[in-house]
């Protein structure tokens, strides 16, 4: 009898994955060589699960959990810049109740919305490897399989798109902020990741940043 697959069971074989020799050796030496900020935080050190409603109508994509963010924490876009991005944003077009993102007990509740990542461990330097992709690709891969309202997929810069577009062979797609496409009964929108290096350079600004979810906003309107 084949067993029934749940967030639930999703989650306990990501918090208990330990395939990517490299990640999980990075995310232990992260959380044991602490920056000075967070000495006196124990670190959750170990894969991060998605997180948000599993009857949502909006799917977040993003790459990794923050070396120092959702490594710490234990929950996506939570202690770190691009959380503070993701999570204003969110507020200010009422996909959550909270504008901030700080720890697993700040009372953050999404609506309509689950949020997920392409790797599960922080990378070095933010740059996974393929065969460390791949091997994540099965958690969202059965993810999407439980979200079978969503009409919306917001994937945050290039290696998310690429990775949602492999996962679905959906070939020759250009990536570029605010990319949207129409896909069989979902529409995938495309976005530069709000982490320091686009925003702080302005590569990505706030105008440029809350269109995204104005858009996803305004479709989910006229879906509904």
């Given at each position: 009898?084949?067993?029934l697959?749940?967030?639930?069971?999703?989650?306990?074989?990501?918090?208990?994955?330990?395939?990517?020799?490299?990640?999980?050796?990075?995310?232990?030496?992260?959380?044991?060589?602490?920056?000075?900020r967070?000495?006196?935080?124990?670190?959750?050190?170990?894969?991060?699960?998605?997180?948000?409603?599993?009857?949502?109508?909006?799917?977040?994509?993003?790459?990794?959990?923050?070396?120092?963010?959702?490594?710490?924490?234990?929950?996506?876009?939570?202690?770190?810049?691009?959380?503070?991005?993701?999570?204003?944003?969110?507020?200010?077009?009422?996909?959550?109740?909270n504008?901030?993102?700080?720890?697993?007990?700040?009372?953050?509740?999404?609506?309509?919305?689950?949020?997920?990542?392409?790797?599960?461990?922080?990378?070095?330097?933010?740059?996974?490897?393929?065969?460390?992709?791949?091997?994540?690709?099965?958690?969202l891969?059965?993810?999407?399989?439980?979200?079978?309202?969503?009409?919306?997929?917001?994937?945050?810069?290039?290696?998310?798109?690429?990775?949602?577009?492999?996962?679905?062979?959906?070939?020759?797609l250009?990536?570029?902020?605010?990319?949207?496409?129409?896909?069989?009964?979902?529409?995938?929108?495309?976005?530069?990741?709000?982490?320091?290096?686009?925003?702080?350079?302005?590569?990505?600004?706030?105008?440029?940043?809350?269109?995204?979810?104005?858009?996803?906003k305004?479709?989910?309107?006229?879906?509904?």
């Amino acid at each position: 009898m084949k067993s029934l697959v749940t967030v639930d069971t999703i989650n306990g074989e990501i918090v208990n994955c330990s395939l990517c020799e490299r990640l999980v050796t990075y995310r232990l030496q992260v959380g044991k060589n602490k920056v000075r900020r967070y000495l006196n935080e124990i670190y959750w050190a170990k894969p991060v699960t998605g997180l948000g409603d599993i009857e949502g109508k909006l799917l977040i994509i993003g790459l990794a959990p923050g070396a120092h963010g959702a490594n710490r924490t234990g929950r996506l876009f939570t202690g770190d810049h691009s959380g503070q991005w993701l999570m204003r944003a969110l507020y200010e077009t009422g996909f959550s109740n909270n504008p901030t993102s700080i720890s697993e007990n700040d009372g953050l509740i999404l609506k309509n919305v689950f949020i997920t990542s392409c790797i599960r461990c922080a990378p070095p330097s933010n740059k996974p490897l393929t065969s460390e992709l791949l091997n994540c690709s099965n958690y969202l891969i059965k993810e999407l399989e439980l979200l079978r309202n969503v009409k919306v997929v917001i994937c945050l810069g290039l290696i998310a798109f690429q990775t949602y577009c492999r996962i679905n062979n959906l070939k020759k797609l250009q990536f570029y902020h605010l990319a949207n496409y129409k896909v069989n009964d979902k529409y995938l929108i495309a976005s530069y990741h709000p982490s320091r290096q686009n925003t702080n350079t302005k590569r990505l600004t706030w105008p440029m940043w809350i269109k995204v979810f104005d858009r996803a906003k305004t479709i989910l309107l006229g879906n509904n």
